[in-house]
């Protein structure tokens, strides 16, 4: 009998996996098997091992053993799970769809993937630390899961938390709504993709500010959206370029353009909302940070100038509480409430009861705005401790875009491109230090170099222990011209063409 053992772990297993595979592969059925000390010899081992393995094969059911008259192949053999055979390369019959999805799909680019090594990072999308929001949390949680019933939740959402959200949007965002206008979604992830089910064919056009969050054109893309990036300025998007463009649905960012910062001036915002009037199209408002404002009362949000129901108004927990939760909510205008309802049955039935439970409660008792607050105070200090680091290093090399508002700063690099932010970025990554570029957030590259700084999840005191890590990098990678060197002419790097940003279609 020839045996071939394949090395792996203890030999009496070897010598069943063995015996297995040539029982599989057609040793007849009632085959008598070589007696337990013949086949012993025959492979160099003990007598013990072909016994443990003629055991192992008989409590299998692979063999009948025969008192006084050896072993033998069962009749019929048993059915064995076989291996599954390793997959060679790419040869899935995906759809279309499950192929966009995978080329637009790239894990470092989750909000708040952390740069691997560091021991300070300007991670964006990381919460605040928070032990008194934990526990006050847990406790809403567990009373929530005592008394939530345990059947499915209505799709659009439990009544406690439509209402306690339209209560907190009234006074916190100018935002008046009925709880049946309030659909309960997984984040703005969720609601993005219910948009692009409810409102979008592949090939129809959606309009996204330039630059943008990067997860919402994603999502637009693998459902076949056909991108037009329209450029921002000091005022929001630059709602002219629009004219040309035939876009179903604009997404913005009215109260804090991401991630430059820029808030929608009321010009603006009214041509916009004439616009999707005039063309028919849809606005989504990601109004992702609007609680987070520093200077002055946080704005009303577009949602509350729109008298023709263009705009479906989203807002999240990610920020004003925690991402993990993945809960958020979308205003829907009254013609589309039908299909965004059948769009989240779809898509999940509803969203999770206990957590919905524990956040109406949380909400209805004041202890929501009370941690936003609180909240706001601490990253009004780490925001002013940032930016004082920032100027302190600075000698000419950066350039801050403040924003008075949110959880991160754009920080360009004045006469730098792409390739030498990214020397920079891993210049501080070798360093312990994690910096991000703005690039992952253009459709288009471009010559304007420049980080998106978090601070949200830092503590003043790391904020300072990583500027010093930032400052040695800087200084190293763009070192500061001295006078003597400064006698040949600087050499034109780059031009700021971009600067406005420009309508392009893809
Ligand atoms: C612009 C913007 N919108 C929305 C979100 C939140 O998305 P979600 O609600 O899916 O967590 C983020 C998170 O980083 C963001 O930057």
Same mark, same amino acid.
């Given at each position: 009998?020839?045996?071939? !053992?394949?090395?792996?772990?203890?030999? &009496?297993?070897?010598?069943? $996996?063995?015996?297995?595979?040539?029982?599989?592969?057609?040793?007849?059925?009632?085959? $008598?098997?070589?007696?337990?000390? =013949?086949?012993?010899? /025959? =492979?160099? *081992?003990?007598?013990?091992?072909?016994? %443990?393995?003629?055991?192992?094969?008989?409590?299998?059911?692979?063999?009948?053993?025969?008192?006084?008259?050896?072993?033998?192949? %069962?009749?019929?053999?048993?059915?064995?799970?076989?291996?599954?055979?390793?997959?060679?390369?790419?040869?899935?019959?995906?759809? *279309?769809?499950? $192929?966009?999805? $995978?080329?637009? &799909?790239?894990?470092?680019?989750?909000?708040?993937?952390?740069?691997?090594?560091?021991?300070?990072?300007?991670?964006?999308?990381?919460?605040?630390?928070?032990?008194?929001?934990?526990?006050?949390?847990?406790?809403?949680?567990?009373?929530?899961?005592?008394?939530?019933?345990?059947?499915?939740?209505?799709?659009?959402?439990?009544?406690? =938390?439509?209402?306690?959200?339209?209560?907190?949007?009234?006074?916190?965002?100018?935002? &008046?709504?009925?709880?049946?206008?309030?659909?309960?979604?997984?984040?703005?992830?969720?609601?993005?993709?219910?948009?692009?089910?409810?409102?979008?064919?592949?090939?129809?056009?959606?309009?996204?500010?330039?630059?943008?969050?990067?997860?919402?054109?994603?999502?637009?893309?693998?459902?076949?959206?056909?991108?037009? %990036? #329209?450029?921002?300025?000091?005022?929001?998007?630059?709602?002219?370029?629009?004219?040309?463009?035939?876009?179903?649905?604009?997404?913005?960012?009215?109260? &804090?353009?991401?991630?430059?910062?820029?808030?929608?001036?009321?010009?603006?915002?009214?041509?916009?909302?004439?616009? %999707?009037?005039?063309?028919?199209?849809?606005?989504?408002?990601?109004?992702?940070?609007?609680?987070?404002?520093?200077?002055?009362?946080?704005?009303?949000?577009?949602?509350?100038?729109?008298?023709?129901?263009?705009?479906?108004?989203?807002?999240?927990?990610?920020?004003?509480?925690?991402?993990?939760?993945?809960?958020?909510?979308?205003?829907?205008?009254?013609? =589309?409430?039908?299909?965004?309802?059948?769009?989240?049955?779809?898509?999940?039935?509803?969203?999770?009861?206990?957590?919905?439970?524990?956040?109406?409660?949380?909400?209805?008792?004041?202890?929501?705005?009370?941690?936003?607050?609180?909240?706001?105070?601490?990253?009004?200090?780490?925001?002013?401790?940032?930016?004082?680091?920032?100027?302190?290093?600075?000698?000419?090399?950066?350039?801050?875009?403040?924003?008075?508002?949110?959880?991160? !700063?754009?920080?360009?690099?004045?006469?730098?491109?792409?390739?030498?932010?990214?020397?920079? #970025?891993?210049?501080?990554?070798?360093?312990?230090?994690? !910096?991000?570029?703005?690039?992952?957030?253009?459709?288009?590259?471009?010559?304007?170099?420049?980080?998106?700084?978090?601070?949200?999840?830092?503590?003043?005191? /790391?904020?300072?222990?990583?500027?010093?890590?930032?400052?040695?990098?800087?200084?190293?990678?763009?070192?500061?011209?001295?006078?003597?060197?400064?006698?040949?002419?600087?050499?034109?790097?780059?031009?700021?063409?971009?600067?406005?940003?420009?309508?392009?279609?893809?």
């Amino acid at each position: 009998m020839h045996l071939e !053992l394949d090395g792996e772990g203890p030999l &009496h297993a070897q010598l069943t $996996r063995a015996l297995k595979a040539m029982m599989l592969s057609g040793l007849g059925d009632g085959t $008598r098997l070589p007696p337990t000390r =013949l086949l012993a010899q /025959e =492979l160099g *081992v003990s007598r013990n091992t072909v016994l %443990a393995a003629y055991e192992q094969l008989r409590a299998e059911g692979f063999i009948d053993a025969r008192t006084g008259s050896g072993s033998y192949v %069962a009749q019929p053999l048993p059915a064995t799970p076989m291996p599954a055979r390793p997959v060679q390369g790419d040869i899935g019959p995906q759809s *279309v769809r499950a $192929r966009r999805m $995978r080329d637009c &799909h790239d894990q470092s680019a989750i909000p708040g993937r952390a740069v691997p090594g560091a021991v300070h990072s300007f991670q964006y999308g990381v919460p605040m630390a928070n032990p008194a929001l934990t526990t006050a949390w847990a406790r809403e949680l567990s009373r929530a899961a005592q008394y939530t019933p345990p059947n499915y939740p209505p799709t659009q959402g439990l009544p406690a =938390l439509r209402e306690a959200t339209c209560d907190y949007l009234s006074r916190r965002r100018g935002v &008046h709504v009925r709880p049946e206008d309030v659909l309960i979604v997984g984040g703005t992830q969720q609601a993005i993709a219910l948009v692009a089910d409810v409102l979008l064919d592949p090939g129809d056009v959606a309009a996204i500010e330039e630059p943008h969050y990067d997860a919402i054109r994603k999502v637009l893309l693998s459902r076949g959206a056909s991108m037009q %990036a #329209v450029g921002v300025d000091s005022q929001g998007l630059v709602v002219d370029e629009l004219a040309q463009a035939r876009a179903k649905l604009v997404c913005v960012t009215p109260s &804090h353009q991401f991630p430059t910062g820029a808030l929608m001036s009321l010009r603006r915002r009214m041509a916009l909302l004439e616009h %999707a009037s005039r063309k028919g199209a849809w606005i989504f408002e990601d109004d992702y940070d609007g609680e987070f404002r520093y200077v002055g009362k946080p704005l009303a949000a577009l949602r509350s100038l729109d008298r023709d129901n263009r705009v479906i108004y989203v807002g999240t927990f990610s920020k004003a509480l925690f991402p993990s939760l993945r809960l958020g909510y979308l205003v829907m205008p009254p013609q =589309l409430r039908r299909d965004f309802i059948a769009a989240k049955w779809m898509a999940d039935f509803s969203a999770p009861g206990i957590e919905q439970a524990a956040l109406a409660g949380f909400i209805a008792s004041g202890a929501f705005e009370r941690h936003l607050r609180r909240t706001a105070q601490e990253l009004k200090v780490r925001r002013r401790a940032l930016i004082d680091g920032l100027l302190a290093c600075s000698r000419g090399r950066l350039r801050i875009e403040d924003s008075q508002a949110g959880m991160h !700063l754009v920080v360009w690099l004045p006469g730098r491109g792409d390739a030498e932010v990214a020397e920079l #970025v891993q210049h501080a990554q070798q360093a312990g230090l994690g !910096l991000y570029s703005i690039a992952p957030y253009y459709l288009r590259p471009q010559d304007r170099g420049g980080l998106l700084m978090g601070f949200g999840a830092m503590s003043v005191a /790391e904020i300072e222990q990583a500027l010093a890590l930032f400052a040695q990098s800087l200084d190293a990678v763009f070192p500061v011209v001295t006078a003597t060197r400064q006698r040949q002419p600087p050499v034109q790097r780059t031009t700021r063409r971009n600067r406005r940003g420009r309508s392009r279609a893809s």
